[in-house]
């Protein structure tokens, strides 16, 4: 059975910092492009950032470019997120998902996801 488990969540100051990790498990990733994505209260799905599968190519919304890092660790089947300088409106929940070259994102496969809350 494929799972995604994101972890890292939690409430933070803006300014501050957080990790999240998203752990695949039930197939190899390697060949895979990872995302994140969130979703705010009363807001649709967005993405916030991607990786392909060798780690040499990311892509980011505008809204987190300079702020955000994604990177990944194929060995370990995991994808990272790295949030600095965050700001209220990053607080969302936040999404793992994995998905084939050439398919969609919402083809793809997907966590539960794991709430960030950035306080003023």
């Known amino acids: 059975q494929v799972q995604l488990v994101e972890s890292g969540g939690g409430l933070v100051l803006a300014g501050g910092s957080l990790r999240l990790s998203c752990a695949a498990s039930?197939?190899?990733?390697?060949?895979?492009?990872m995302g994140w994505f969130r979703q705010a209260p009363g807001k649709e799905r967005e993405f916030v950032a991607s990786?392909?599968?060798?780690?040499?190519?990311?892509y980011y919304a505008e809204s987190v470019k300079g702020r955000f890092t994604i990177s990944r660790d194929k060995a370990k089947n995991s994808v990272y997120l790295q949030m600095n300088s965050l700001k209220p409106e990053d607080t969302a929940v936040y999404y793992c998902?994995?998905?084939?070259?050439?398919?969609?994102?919402?083809?793809?496969?997907w966590g539960q996801g794991t709430q960030v809350t950035v306080s003023s």
């Open positions: 990786i392909n599968w060798s780690g040499a190519d990311t």
């Open positions: 998902a994995a998905v084939q070259a050439g398919s969609t994102w919402e083809r793809g496969y």
């Open positions: 039930g197939r190899t990733f390697s060949s895979y492009f």
